[in-house]
């Protein structure tokens, strides 16, 4: 046990195991508000090409590339755990899909919509 006035050991805290950092992806897990603010980036990035292909990219077709080139550079990192989340999707595969239908293929086409309509900044 060590004493109160001791210091802790460099690199201990949440999501370290002797010292190590476990976070995973150079310790990027373990920086919450570093992604966070990823985050923003992300999604104020995906309004301002959204806006910027508008006149040329079809919105449905702009929604579906996104994604499918999303999948296709998600894919090697998840690979090993679809497994275990299929398992999860298959006791609610209904839900699953509706969400799924709501919140990624409707919201991102209906933003793409609105994005030939207004400037990026009003959406």
Do not use: H
């Amino acid at each position: 046990m060590r004493a109160a006035t001791e210091a802790p050991d460099e690199g201990a805290g949440p999501g370290s195991v002797g010292g190590r950092r476990t976070g995973g992806l150079f310790g990027l897990f373990d920086r919450p508000y570093l992604l966070l603010c990823l985050t923003f980036l992300f999604w104020a990035g995906n309004i301002v090409v959204g806006r910027a292909v508008a006149g040329d990219v079809p919105p449905i077709a702009l929604a579906f590339w996104r994604w499918v080139l999303g999948f296709l550079i998600l894919l090697p990192f998840v690979w090993r755990s679809l497994g275990q989340d299929l398992r999860i999707f298959l006791t609610a595969p209904g839900l699953v899909i509706v969400m799924a239908f709501c919140g990624v293929s409707l919201f991102n086409t209906l933003l793409y919509i609105g994005l030939t309509k207004t400037t990026a900044v009003n959406a």
